[in-house]
Each structure stands twice: as structure tokens, then as C-alpha cells.
Nanobody
Framework: QVQLVESGGGLVQPGGSLRLSCAAS????????IGWFRQAPGKEREDVSC????????YYADSAKGRFTISRDNAKNTVYLQMNSLKPEDTAVYYC??????????????????????WGKGTLVTVSS
């Protein structure tokens, strides 16, 4: 099993930066993929960025590409989301999620965000002046 705890959310002005952290309890090898999702008020949850635990392959949604960076610290069992050039439309609850049941056949592309079975409780990011 994997337990996920997000942190790092808060209030930031447009154009600012935040770094979110997702601490995973247990061995990092317990999940095949892990990533970040977000849900804005009145909207459906959407994928943001995901990463393979095995080789570090990454996926970014179009809205995140060029502004956000996902990374890992395997020694700390922690995944990060560095968010730069934040916009008001980035305002959302950001969730960390992990997939533990299926080996990915392709370690690139949106497949890295599929089939998440463990979820954190989320951290709120508000981008506003």
C-alpha cells in the first residue's frame, strides 16, 4: 500500500511560483507511476503531470508544458511539482496520485497518468492578486 501526503500549496500572485511536494510512505518501488492532478471549483479533475517510478519518463498536460516541472527524490520517497509563471486559471486543489497495479507498457505519454489507485487528500493552490 501507498500513503500520499501533499504539501506546499498556498496563495501566490500571478506570475509567481510554488513547489508542491508529495510524500509517499513505504518503498518508492511500490508504485509504477505517480503524478499530479487538479480540480478547480465547478470543474472535473484533470491530469497535470505524471512520472514513471522506474525510469523517470514524464508526461505534461498542454496547460502545464513549459511552466511546470515534475521531479523525484527517490531517497526521500517524494515527488515534486515546480510551478512557475502561475496564472489565475491554475487555481485548484492539487492531488497527488499513484498507480500500483499495472506495469506500464509505454513509459512516455498520457498513459503515465492512467489508472491511479491511491490518492492524497490534496493541497489548495490559489493564484490571485
Amino acid at each position: 500500500q501507498v500513503q500520499l501526503v501533499e504539501s506546499g500549496g498556498g496563495l501566490v500572485q500571478p506570475g509567481g511560483s510554488l513547489r508542491l511536494s508529495c510524500a509517499a510512505s513505504g518503498s518508492a518501488a511500490d508504485y509504477y507511476t505517480i503524478g499530479w492532478f487538479r480540480q478547480a471549483p465547478g470543474k472535473e479533475r484533470e491530469d497535470v503531470s505524471c512520472i514513471s517510478s522506474s525510469d523517470g519518463s514524464t508526461y505534461y498536460a498542454d496547460s502545464a508544458k513549459g511552466r511546470f516541472t515534475i521531479s523525484r527524490d527517490n531517497a526521500k520517497n517524494t515527488v515534486y511539482l515546480q510551478m512557475n509563471s502561475l496564472k489565475p486559471e491554475d487555481t485548484a486543489v492539487y492531488y497527488c496520485a499513484a498507480q500500483t497495479h499495472t506495469i506500464v507498457t509505454v513509459t512516455t505519454g498520457r498513459e503515465l497518468c492512467y489508472g491511479m489507485d491511491y490518492w492524497g487528500k490534496g493541497t489548495l493552490v490559489t493564484v490571485s492578486s
